[in-house]
């Protein structure tokens, strides 16, 4: 069990440990909200961040697809995208934890508004013996005071009639004095009794407050922990491709992928130039006329074009300073 702090500490002579302890349990709502407030603002983090190493990973899915170094673009591409995945999956928890934690500010006003109802009587008491012990105070002095008056006129040989008008006037200051103390014992029984009760009920309202937080924060710590695990996996996993993926083996790649075969060229012989051969080859021949049976030849004397064409129409593909019509069977 705890020391109990706040019953012992929370006294003095102004009697303002309940003001302190009250709003002190206020502070922890305040506290609740500002937890939420970081634990959001440290996710709206993590989805920013998972957004762009997607970004990431879709620019490094672009890149130049060209040369032996292409296939490693694939797994910068991969390993950023699981990364992506893990921050996103941070921010995924810790929306759940946020859901938590404004669930419990809210039964928290709850119970500070019961709690606040409960304590209303030890705030009666500390205002009672605030107010009984400024009247203690103000009685005594007007008693000293009266009470010395009286002594005064005494020594001073005043008249009977003024040392005993002084006497009435001390004896009142008196018995009002005394009556403020014996209010002042009620109240002050009232009030220890009241905020020893009190105080031990905030300080178990603050215990629990503290260790919901710590659980809340332990949730926290617990997701942290566990997406770096994951980053971790992740980046070990990089790691092993990059050290699988050799020299070697993307120089094979691209040899398989772009290689334009295997046969080299075959040897070429020197051969003789044959003369009476290459001499026979070269004469040109004459070509027979080449008609189409039953077509008659009409000649258009309304045709426009050039006799450079009607010359080309009449060799009809024979050599130079050979007209006529092909011999399909002497073409050959």
Known sequence: MITPYFLENFWGE?????????????????????????????????????????????SAGNFSQLGTFAPVWDVFKSSTEKLAICHMELVRKLQELIKEVQKYVEEQAKAHKKTKEEVASTLEAVQNIQTTSQALQKSKEIYNAKTVEQERL?????????????????KKATETYKLYVEKYATAKSEFEQKMAETAQKFQDIEENHILHMKEIIQSYSQSVDETHIQIGEVHNEFVRNIENTSVESLIQKLAESKGTGTERPGPIEFEECNAAIATEGAKPRKRKPFGIPGRRKDKDTDS????????????NGAPPGYYGAIDIQNAV
């Open 14 to 58: 102004k009697n303002n440990g309940f003001d302190v302890l009250y709003h002190n349990m206020k502070h922890g709502q305040i506290s609740s909200k500002e937890l939420t407030d970081f634990i959001r603002e440290r996710s709206t983090i993590e989805e920013a961040y998972a957004r762009s190493m997607t970004k990431l990973a879709k």
């Open 154 to 170: 005494r020594k001073e040989g005043a008249t009977q009639r003024d040392v005993d008008k002084a006497g009435v006037k001390a």
């Open 304 to 315: 426009t074009e050039s006799t450079e064409v009607e010359a080309a129409n009449t060799a």
